[in-house]
């Protein structure tokens, strides 16, 4: 981890993205998947830092979403909602850096990663979490002349209860619905931007996907700001999987 002139960016993501094939965990369903838990009952905080999820202390499903093997299934259907979140809060005055690996099939919805204020636990839809910041990946295909069409967007959207304000957004080469997608995020609180960086690799490339203009304390405020994954499908059935999650730094429960 290295700070650069107010970024502090994840230059060695610890243990999770090393070349080798092993490193690529697999979303096979355990004998029994774990539903969510109580709504009430907070899960136990441990630091963010998930090669995979063998292990899914500190996280909170809502929705769809379960514990599947060594993924966290968000999705696995038509028309459904599921997301995962971390018992650990963020200061959204402080830069942060987050990378994950996520993985879609037959190319419905999409998957959303979400800073937002509130509780530790929040099942309602992610457009009624409001403040909140997301780097939606929509993952879909259009027919052209018969052939299906790589028709994938990303977008970082600011909502508010004023409503929602696309701050960058891009349709990159990368096919998102094509296997593991590996996801960087930097957030410079001092140059007020964030940078986005995908590829479905694990080298993080040189240049960012988006760049937008950000004050996550303005959008946010001054409580702490909980990090999660929102995922959707419509009537095409689809599911999508959250491989590994690192990010740094969180602060612990306020």
Same mark, same amino acid.
């Given at each position: 981890?290295?700070?650069?002139?107010?970024?502090?960016?994840?230059? /060695?993501?610890?243990?999770? #993205?090393?070349?080798?094939? =092993? *490193? =690529?965990?697999? *979303?096979?369903?355990?004998?029994?998947?774990?539903?969510?838990?109580?709504?009430?009952? #907070?899960? +136990?905080?441990?630091?963010?830092?998930? $090669?995979?999820?063998?292990?899914?202390?500190?996280? *909170?499903?809502?929705?769809?979403? #379960?514990?599947?093997?060594?993924?966290? =299934?968000?999705?696995?259907?038509?028309? =459904?909602?599921?997301?995962?979140?971390?018992?650990?809060?963020?200061?959204?005055?402080?830069?942060? &850096?987050?990378?994950?690996?996520?993985?879609?099939? +037959?190319?419905?919805?999409?998957?959303?990663?979400?800073?937002?204020?509130?509780?530790?636990?929040?099942?309602?839809?992610? /457009? @009624?979490?409001?403040?909140?910041?997301?780097?939606?990946?929509?993952? &879909?295909?259009? $027919?052209?002349?018969?052939?299906? @069409?790589?028709?994938?967007?990303?977008?970082?959207?600011?909502?508010?209860?004023?409503?929602?304000?696309?701050?960058?957004?891009?349709?990159?080469? #990368?096919?998102?619905?094509?296997?593991?997608?590996?996801?960087?995020?930097?957030? &410079?609180?001092?140059?007020?931007?964030?940078?986005?960086?995908? &590829?479905?690799?694990?080298?993080?490339?040189?240049?960012?996907?988006?760049?937008?203009?950000?004050?996550?304390?303005?959008?946010?405020?001054?409580?702490?700001?909980?990090?999660?994954?929102?995922?959707?499908?419509?009537?095409?059935?689809?599911?999508?999987?959250?491989?590994?999650?690192?990010?740094?730094?969180?602060?612990? @429960?306020?």
């Amino acid at each position: 981890m290295t700070a650069i002139a107010g970024w502090l960016i994840v230059t /060695e993501l610890p243990g999770w #993205l090393e070349r080798d094939g =092993q *490193a =690529q965990p697999v *979303a096979t369903p355990s004998a029994e998947p774990t539903v969510p838990a109580d709504p009430d009952a #907070l899960p +136990e905080v441990r630091p963010i830092d998930y $090669r995979t999820f063998a292990d899914p202390t500190g996280l *909170a499903f809502t929705g769809a979403a #379960l514990h599947s093997g060594a993924a966290i =299934q968000l999705t696995d259907g038509a028309n =459904q909602a599921g997301g995962v979140w971390s018992a650990n809060s963020l200061d959204p005055a402080r830069p942060f &850096s987050t990378a994950f690996r996520f993985t879609s099939t +037959e190319r419905s919805g999409q998957v959303s990663f979400v800073l937002r204020t509130g509780g530790i636990v929040d099942d309602r839809p992610v /457009e @009624r979490l409001v403040p909140r910041l997301t780097i939606d990946f929509v993952i &879909s295909a259009t $027919r052209d002349g018969g052939t299906d @069409r790589n028709a994938n967007t990303v977008l970082v959207t600011s909502a508010t209860s004023s409503g929602s304000r696309t701050l960058g957004t891009t349709q990159p080469a #990368l096919d998102l619905g094509g296997g593991p997608i590996t996801v960087w995020v930097d957030y &410079s609180a001092k140059q007020q931007k964030i940078r986005v960086y995908a &590829s479905a690799g694990t080298a993080k490339p040189a240049d960012p996907i988006i760049t937008a203009p950000l004050k996550l304390n303005a959008l946010l405020g001054t409580n702490p700001a909980y990090a999660g994954f929102a995922a959707s499908t419509r009537e095409v059935a689809g599911g999508h999987d959250l491989l590994a999650w690192h990010l740094s730094p969180p602060t612990g @429960r306020p």
